[in-house]
């Protein structure tokens, strides 16, 4: 699994940060701790969050990067350049898009994997599966993306785009956005969120039940982080019998201590009271989304192939 210490994978953003404890210093802080109505956590596929709407999901993701492609490679002719353009390869993950967001859940994994990737998942790691015939040269490049252009810089006598082709494609892209929208913020409040959730007194309560539950087991790990990064599960391509049975227990312990739902239940009521104070912002944040989305579909539209 190899999660970092506040979250996993997020489709709707993509990717992911980690998130220290504490108290965050975005516009949450300072509130007071909401309302909590309780949720159930089965599996990773009840794991669904009221900020996923505010975000890109995956296919949209490869939908607007193809878009971008396009546009890149159209600017890219005016400068004598073929760009080849690839249709966007980010992984959808099947039915459970977050399910690892609170550490190992499911009991079969743990049994057969431990807290390392399936072998799938790690070829999926290693980058995008596009590769091109051709590899661009440094002067592609240089307008493509600006990579090791001066601000002013030039290609036989005309001027690139701030950010290359890539930068001007964005810009098509972003146009008619909110003025206040910025793609990556929704993935910042998250964090924020996050961080208030991993404060709050009632996760504390959870989580303690969990690590009591690993010491009577034999674990002694204060927090389903320092379990799920524990440094001797990075060794080796495949999980030693030890790490198979902490992750068990620490699946097992989950459960008992019924820290998946707590988390939930907490998180979705910060998202939702942060989604009501900061209603305006929210609102241009999935204006934003919507804008990119359909400028994208016009470019598609235009290059069905």
Not at 168 to 184: F, N, T
């Amino acid at each position: 699994m190899k999660i970092t210490r506040a979250v996993s994978v997020l489709l709707t953003g993509l990717v992911v940060a980690g998130c220290s404890a504490g108290e965050p210093d975005g516009q949450g802080a300072g509130q007071e701790p909401p309302t909590v109505k309780n949720l159930t956590v089965r599996t990773g596929a009840d794991i669904r969050l009221p900020l996923d709407s505010y975000r890109l999901t995956a296919e949209q993701i490869n939908q607007f990067a193809k878009a971008s492609e396009l546009l890149a490679a159209d600017c890219m002719k005016r400068y004598g350049f073929t760009w080849e353009v690839y249709g966007g390869d980010v992984a959808a993950v099947k039915d459970a898009p977050q399910a690892e967001r609170y550490g190992l859940i499911s009991a079969d994994f743990a049994a057969r994997y431990g807290y390392h990737p399936t072998p799938d998942t790690a070829a999926e790691d290693t980058g995008r599966s596009f590769k091109r015939k051709v590899e661009p040269t440094p002067e592609m490049l240089m307008v493509y993306g600006a990579k090791g252009a001066k601000t002013d810089a030039d290609w036989k006598g005309a001027a690139i785009p701030e950010g290359g082709c890539l930068g001007e494609a964005e810009r098509k892209l972003e146009d008619g956005a909110p003025d206040s929208y910025v793609g990556g913020e929704v993935q910042n409040i998250k964090n924020e969120v996050f961080a208030q959730v991993e404060s709050d007194p009632r996760l504390k309560k959870a989580m303690d039940a969990w690590s009591s539950c690993m010491k009577s087991s034999g674990y002694d790990y204060k927090n389903i982080w320092d379990a799920n990064n524990d440094t001797r599960w990075q060794q080796g391509s495949a999980a030693s019998p030890t790490e198979i049975a902490t992750a068990t227990a620490d699946v097992e312990c989950k459960f008992k201590s019924k820290l998946p739902s707590v988390y939930l239940s907490l998180e979705t009521a910060y998202e939702n009271q942060r989604i009501d104070s900061d209603a305006e912002e929210m609102s241009a944040f999935k204006a934003g989304v919507e804008t990119r989305m359909k400028n994208a579909a016009d470019i598609l539209a235009k290059n069905p192939a």
